[in-house]
């Protein structure tokens, strides 16, 4: 049983930080663990992802240089520190397994996961 559980978010001010978690369990040994969000009326969005290979994370263009993923392998557990934050930000925050057990390549679309946690509400007020 695979589960994903994020924590962490809140209301934060314009140019603020959060950090989220993604504490997961069960199956995830050479999967990406990736991460989306969701703002109201629109689609999920890929926010970034960590390769199960190298563990190096990866980024959508709209958060590179401001959005930082690392992780604790200890805790089976990845963090999504997010920095300068703007009020497009503003979503339901998801952490995601790859559906693919060893991928070839960045898991950037949403179908590309099948196991997700609950979300967690990031606001950011202006």
């Known amino acids: 049983q695979v589960q994903l559980v994020e924590s962490g978010g809140g209301l934060v001010q314009a140019g603020g930080s959060l950090r989220l978690s993604c504490a997961y369990s069960?199956?995830?040994?050479?999967?990406?663990i990736g991460w989306f969000r969701q703002a109201p009326g629109k689609g999920r969005e890929f926010v970034g992802g960590?390769?199960?290979?190298?563990?190096?994370?990866y980024y959508a263009d709209s958060v590179k240089g401001r959005f930082a993923i690392s992780r604790d392998k200890a805790k089976n557990t990845d963090y999504l520190q997010m920095n300068s934050l703007k009020s497009e930000d503003t979503a339901v925050y998801y952490c995601?397994?790859?559906?693919?057990?060893?991928?070839?390549?960045?898991?950037?679309?949403?179908?590309?996961?099948?196991?997700w946690g609950q979300g967690t509400q990031v606001t950011v007020s202006s």
């Open positions: 069960g199956r995830t040994f050479g999967y990406d």
């Open positions: 995601a397994r790859s559906r693919e057990l060893f991928p070839a390549g960045e898991v950037r679309a949403h179908d590309g996961y099948d196991y």
């Open positions: 960590t390769t199960w290979s190298s563990e190096t994370p």
